[in-house]
């Protein structure tokens, strides 16, 4: 039996139209994007096109680069602060509810000379904006604040963040893995970092926007393919289906909003004996995590094998330590053990979360008695 796939945060199907439009570029068209000859100017233009795409849905006044991962392109994002810190400027400032892609790699930095400041949120998952603009100052470089939680599916005012930021003298990045494609970015970021894995698109690829005038340096050094920051040969089929994926968005995305709105709505009501953990009303309704008390959850994703859904983020789950996101929120152990996450996307069904919630419903009720 193949399991109904409610974990469209960790991962997304990829897009009929998406495979189509790859696998010429990984059959035929294998030419070097890099090389001056017919194939590889082919490729080229095909690598171009697809950033075209990608910038579609970004703000006008900055570049993309391709990354291999939303990972690596928030890496290379922090690396600007060590441009920064030579105007004595050795903060950073991120939210304490961030990815671990931003939240560890932050923490990082604390060894390396800089000092990282978490920032607090409030019960419902939303930063704390007194304490945010307590905690800027002439010494902060760069403050970080996801569009999107990847756990709990709460909106963060970014477009303040940034503006607080910037009166500070500070640059703004944004993880936008979780929003891209399906809300607003913001537009006054500074660094905005994608994922091709989380619109429909492949896996292994990824994009960074660049504000104009923003300087960044080279993580990996080699033959500079990649406007000097990026070294090593772009994949055009990668490019091409990331490209594609965020087309499809662009012009899909009143319908898969509206579809994605209705299936969390059923949902809400028929987990209604449940507490959702974060914001209600500021989220994106794609993401619902909950909890009831006295689950265990390790347990009862051991008993409902026919849904495949999460008890937090997939890049934490193997690290044995419990949710950082619910933990900032002020949830117990206990609390934090009796959560789940449940992801909808463009490919489910009304259907499907029926029969998933009363899986698991029925999966909880003999636990709990």
């Known amino acids: 039996m193949t399991a109904i796939y409610l ?11 998406v495979f189509d ?26 690598v171009e096109v697809a950033r075209e795409q990608v910038a579609a849905l970004l703000p006008s006044n900055g570049r993309v680069i391709f990354t291999g991962s939303a990972t690596e392109a928030i890496n290379l994002a922090l690396g600007a602060v060590r441009n920064i810190s030579a105007q004595e400027r050795n903060q950073i400032a991120v939210l304490d509810t961030e990815h671990a892609a931003v939240r560890d790699t932050a923490l990082w930095y604390d060894t390396q000379g800089f000092e990282t400041t978490l920032l607090p949120v409030d019960p419902q998952g939303l930063v704390a904006m007194e304490r945010l603009e307590a905690s800027l100052g002439p010494k902060t470089a760069l403050v970080g604040a996801m569009l999107v939680n990847n756990e709990i599916g709460v909106i963060q005012p970014v477009e303040q963040i940034a503006e607080m930021a910037h009166r500070a003298g500070a640059l703004m990045l944004c993880d936008a893995v979780q929003g891209y494609g399906r809300i607003d970015v913001p537009q006054q970021a500074d660094l905005i970092a994608l994922s091709g894995h989380k619109i429909y698109g492949p896996k292994a690829i990824g994009a960074l926007w660049v504000r104009d005038g923003i300087e960044l340096q080279p993580m990996v050094h080699g033959g500079g393919q990649e406007q000097g920051v990026r070294s090593g040969t772009l994949s055009p089929a990668l490019c091409v289906g990331l490209g594609v994926a965020a087309k499809l968005c662009a012009e899909r995305r009143d319908e898969d909003m509206a579809h994605i709105a209705n299936l969390a709505d059923r949902a809400h009501n028929l987990f209604g004996d449940w507490t959702v953990n974060g914001s209600v009303d500021q989220r994106y309704p794609g993401n619902l995590n909950i909890r009831r008390d006295g689950l265990d959850v ?60 009363d899986l698991i419903n029925q999966a909880a009720e003999k636990q709990l008695s």
């Open 298 to 357: 390790a347990r009862l994703m051991s008993d409902v094998r026919g849904v495949a859904f999460s008890a937090g983020s997939a890049c934490a789950s193997g690290s044995g330590r419990p949710s950082h996101v619910l933990a900032a929120l002020g949830l117990k152990p206990a609390e934090i053990k009796s959560s789940i996450r449940l992801g909808f996307g463009r490919y489910n069904n009304i259907e499907e979360v029926e029969q998933a919630a």
């Open 21 to 46: 439009a790859m696998l010429p570029w990984l059959k035929d068209n294998f030419g070097n994007p890099h090389s001056p000859h017919v194939m590889g100017r082919q490729a080229a233009a095909a």
């Open 7 to 17: 974990d469209n945060q960790a991962t997304t199907p990829l897009a009929p139209e």
